[in-house]
C-alpha cells in the first residue's frame, strides 16, 4: 500500500489489507439479532437458580445453556469492539462497545450464582449427580478444578452477584487509557530523514527508533515524551486506580496478594515468578556486555535510550513489504508440517490480518477471535524485520487457537494465559533459525544476529524489569503505602539502572514509560512473554533437531487448549517450567550469540 505523509482514513484503505469481521457478523443488524438472543438467554438462565442440586439433568441443561451465553456474549464483544479498533473515533462502533460491554455485565451477573451453587452441593451428592447424567462427562474437569478449586477464594452467590456487577466499572481504568492513548492522544510533528515534516505516530515512532539518523532517533524520542508528560497526572491516575483494583479483589477473594491472585488462574506457584526474576538479575552482566558492544558499533561517546532498537549493522538495513513478510514466515513455519501451513496460507489470504495503519485505529499488534469464527490478527504493519516478526508472533497466537477451537469443546477451547505466548514466540524463534540459515554473508549475519540479542533484550530483560515494576507497585498498595506520578516514575528510573548499569545514559524522559505500557492495566501478563519465550526457546530446538516426534508433540499441545494445567500441557510438549533450566537454557543462547557477534565485530 503506498506510504502517505498523514495516515488515511479507514475507508482509504484497500480491501485486501482489511481483516473480513463480516464473518463473524454480516452485517450491524445480524449483531443486533444477537444481542436481544443474549437477553433472552440471560432470562432463561435465571431459571436454573436453586436447582442445580436437583438432577444430573438439571444440572447439565444448566452448564450448557452457560456456554450458549458464553459464547453468544463472545461474539457480541469481540465483534464490536474490533470494529471500534479499526477506528477509535467511530462513534457507532464506540456505542456498540459500550452495549457489549454492558450486556456481558448483564451475562456475568445472571451466570454468578452457578459457581457458589455447586460449590453449595457436598461433594457426594456432586459424584452423584455427575455419575447419574453422563453428559456431565464433558465438565468433569471443569467442576473439579475450575470451580472446586476455586472454592477458598468464592464468596456467596450475593457477593459474586455484586462483583459481577461491577466488571464495567472495574474496567474504566483500562477503558479510559485506551481511549486517551488510541484516539484522544496527539502527537507533533517531527523532521524525517528527509527534511520533510511527518506526523510522529506510535508506528512511526517504532520505525524512527531504528532509524540510522540519530537525529530523528532524539527528536522522535523526546517528542513521544513530551507528549506523556503532558498527561502524566492522567495516566498515573488511571494506572493507580487498576492497581488498586487489582488489590481489592485479590482482597475480596482471600488471596494473600494481587500477584498470588494472578497465579491462582493458571495454577502456577509464585516461584515460578520470582524464580524469573532471580534468574534474569544474575544474567544482567550479561545485557550490559551487549549493550557496550552496541556502543561500540554505533561508535557514540554516551548509549542513550533512544539508541537502543537502531540495528547496530547499518550496511544490512533490512526494507521488508509485507508480502515478502507472508512469504518468508510461510517458508520459516514449513518445519511444522505441511497441515499447519495450510491452515498458515488461509490465514494469510482469507481475511484474517488487519494490515497497515490508519486514523485512529488501535496501536501494537494482537490476535483475538470467537469459538466460532476464525482467529483475527489486528497490525499496524511496517516493512522492517521487527514488523515480519511482529506478524509470524501473531500468527502464532492465531494458530494456537485455531487449533483449540478445532479440537476442543468450548469448555475448554480457551489456553491459559501462562502458555499463551508460548506458540507466538516458537514462530518468531523458527523464523529467525531460518534467517541465519539462510544467511551466509558477514554483514547481514550480524544484523540477524543483534537482531535476535534485541528480541531476548526486548521479550526476556525488558519483560522481566516490567514484571518487577508491576510486583513493586501492587506491594506498594498492598502494604498502604501511597503511589503518585512522582513514585511511579522514582521506581521505574531505579529499575532502568539496575538493569542497564552504567552501560546506557539513563535519559530523564525513560522515567515515564510506564505511562504508555497498555500491558499494565492486564496485571501480571508480562512476565509469561519470558516464561514463554524461553519455552518457545527449547521447543523450536527439538522441533529443528528432533523432527516429527517433537512436531507431533507441539501440534497436541496447540490443539490442547485449556484441558489441562498450562504447567502440565508444556510438560507433555517437552519443557518443564516448574524448573529454572529453560530460564538458564535461554540465557545460554543469549550469550552463545552475544560471543558469535563479538567475534564477528573483531574479525572485521
Known amino acids: 500500500m503506498n506510504k502517505t505523509k498523514t495516515l488515511p482514513k479507514r475507508n482509504e484503505v484497500p480491501d485486501q489489507f482489511k481483516w473480513k469481521l463480516e464473518d463473524i457478523y454480516a452485517t450491524n443488524s445480524d449483531w443486533e439479532k444477537d444481542a436481544e438472543l443474549a437477553k433472552t438467554l440471560i432470562q432463561k438462565a435465571q431459571s436454573f437458580k436453586g436447582k442445580l442440586a436437583d438432577s444430573g439433568k ?9 456456554d450458549e451465553l458464553s459464547q453468544v456474549i463472545e461474539k457480541i464483544y469481540v465483534y464490536a469492539r474490533m470494529r471500534r479498533d479499526e477506528d477509535n473515533g467511530n462513534s457507532t462502533y464506540q456505542a456498540l462497545t459500550d452495549r457489549a460491554t454492558s450486556l456481558s455485565t448483564q451475562v456475568s451477573s445472571a451466570l454468578a ?11 457426594d451428592r456432586l459424584e452423584a449427580l455427575l455419575n447419574e447424567e453422563s453428559g456431565l462427562d464433558q465438565y468433569r474437569r471443569f467442576l473439579e478444578d475450575e470451580i472446586i478449586r476455586y472454592k477458598p477464594h468464592t464468596l456467596s452467590a450475593e457477593e459474586e452477584v455484586l462483583l459481577a456487577e461491577m466488571r464495567e466499572i472495574s474496567g474504566a481504568p483500562a477503558n479510559i487509557f485506551t481511549m486517551l492513548n488510541n484516539a484522544d492522544i496527539k502527537f507533533p510533528m517531527v523532521t524525517d530523514e528527509n527534511g520533510e515534516e511527518v506526523e510522529l505516530t506510535k508506528g512511526r515512532y ?10 530523528l532517533r532524539h ?48 495454577n502456577v506457584d509464585q516461584s515460578v515468578y520470582d524464580n524469573l526474576i532471580a534468574t534474569i538479575h544474575t544474567n544482567l552482566p550479561e545485557l550490559q556486555r551487549y549493550l557496550d558492544l552496541r556502543k561500540k558499533m554505533l561508535d557514540v561517546d554516551e548509549l542513550h535510550m533512544y539508541d537502543l532498537y537502531v540495528p547496530i549493522v547499518a550496511e544490512a538495513n533490512m526494507k521488508i513489504p509485507y508480502e515478502e513478510a507472508v512469504k518468508t514466515v510461510e ?29 485512529g485505529k488501535t496501536s501494537g499488534a494482537y490476535s483475538w477471535g470467537t469459538y466460532s469464527v476464525h482467529p483475527y490478527v489486528l497490525m499496524n504493519y511496517q516493512d522492517n524485520l521487527n514488523n515480519m516478526f511482529t506478524l509470524a508472533h501473531e500468527m502464532g497466537h492465531a494458530l494456537h487457537s485455531y487449533y483449540s477451537h478445532e479440537k476442543q469443546p468450548y469448555t475448554y477451547s480457551q489456553y491459559q494465559i501462562f502458555v499463551a505466548e508460548v506458540a507466538s514466540t516458537l ?40 514484571a518487577e515494576f508491576e510486583k513493586m507497585i501492587h506491594a506498594t498498595i498492598e502494604e498502604g503505602q501511597a503511589l503518585t506520578v512522582d513514585s511511579l516514575s522514582s521506581m521505574y528510573r531505579e529499575l532502568n539502572v539496575k538493569y542497564f548499569g552504567d552501560s546506557v545514559v539513563i535519559d530523564e524522559d525513560i522515567d515515564l514509560e510506564w505511562a504508555r505500557i497498555p500491558h499494565f492495566y492486564n496485571n501480571f501478563y508480562v512476565y509469561k512473554y519470558a ?15 528432533e523432527g516429527e516426534p517433537a512436531v507431533e508433540r507441539y501440534l497436541n499441545f496447540l490443539a490442547s487448549g485449556g484441558s489441562d494445567y498450562p ?14 533450566e529453560p530460564i538458564e537454557e535461554a540465557m545460554a543462547v543469549f550469550k552463545g550469540l552475544l560471543d558469535e557477534l563479538e567475534q564477528l565485530v573483531l574479525s572485521k
Request: charged share 25%; net charge neutral.
Open 58 to 66: 438439571q444440572l447439565l441443561e444448566a452448564l450448557t445453556l452457560m
Open 113 to 123: 450464582y452457578i459457581q457458589p451453587e455447586i460449590l453449595a452441593i457436598e461433594d
Open 206 to 215: 517504532s520505525q524512527y527508533m531504528e532509524s540510522k539518523d540519530r537525529r
Open 219 to 266: 527528536d522522535a524520542f523526546k517528542a513521544m515524551y513530551e507528549t506523556y508528560r503532558n498527561h502524566k497526572n492522567t495516566i498515573a491516575a488511571t494506572l493507580i486506580a487498576s492497581v488498586k483494583r487489582d488489590v481489592f479483589y485479590a482482597r475480596t477473594r482471600k488471596h494473600s496478594s494481587a500477584l498470588q491472585a494472578s497465579l491462582f488462574n493458571d
Open 331 to 359: 517458508d520459516s513455519l514449513a518445519p511444522l508440517g505441511e497441515a499447519y501451513g495450510k491452515v498458515l496460507h488461509e490465514g494469510f489470504t482469507s481475511g484474517w490480518v488487519d494490515v497497515y495503519e490508519n486514523q
Open 427 to 466: 514462530n518468531e524463534a523458527l523464523l529467525m533459525q531460518h534467517m541465519l540459515a539462510q544467511t551466509t554473508e558477514k554483514e547481514k549475519r550480524m544484523y540477524l544476529l543483534n537482531y535476535y540479542l534485541e528480541q531476548f533484550r526486548a521479550t526476556v530483560f525488558r519483560q522481566t524489569m516490567f
Open 531 to 545: 516464561t514463554g519465550f524461553s519455552a518457545a526457546t527449547s521447543l523450536s530446538k527439538q522441533i529443528l533437531e
Open 567 to 580: 504447567i502440565e500441557l508444556l510438560k507433555k510438549a517437552g519443557v518443564d517450567m516448574a524448573k529454572p
